[in-house]
């Protein structure tokens, strides 16, 4: 009997502290967004700012794309939506959101500006 009073009470804080460290874990999962900005007729666009809003701070991050119109991202939160589009030349691409929903860790995003010439 003494064996049982000891072990619930024991048994009872395993539990919580595992319960406690997997929702720390979950909390501190990361994940990338990489993608690529593309104009006219699909060609890659250099140098396209990628604005990436956090819906929850409103913070907003800048990437400005590579030579082959790509950009990333890396070691966003998994518990948030964020928000991504592309400006060239006074024009921008249509908002794609990112959903926290989305459970992939990484997520390639294609953004398409509608350029003037």
Known sequence: MRKVRFLL??????????TTALEAAQKNET?????????????PLAKAVVYLKNTKTLTVRTYIADADGSFHF????ANVDYEVYAAFDGSRSDTKTLSAFD??????????????K
């Open 9 to 18: 009470p024991l048994a009872a804080l395993l539990a919580v502290t595992f």
């Open 74 to 77: 890396p070691a966003l939160s």
């Open 103 to 116: 459970n992939r860790k990484e997520v390639n995003i294609t953004l398409h500006v509608h350029t003037h």
């Open 31 to 43: 994940r990338n967004l990489t993608g690529h900005v593309l104009g006219s007729q699909d060609a």
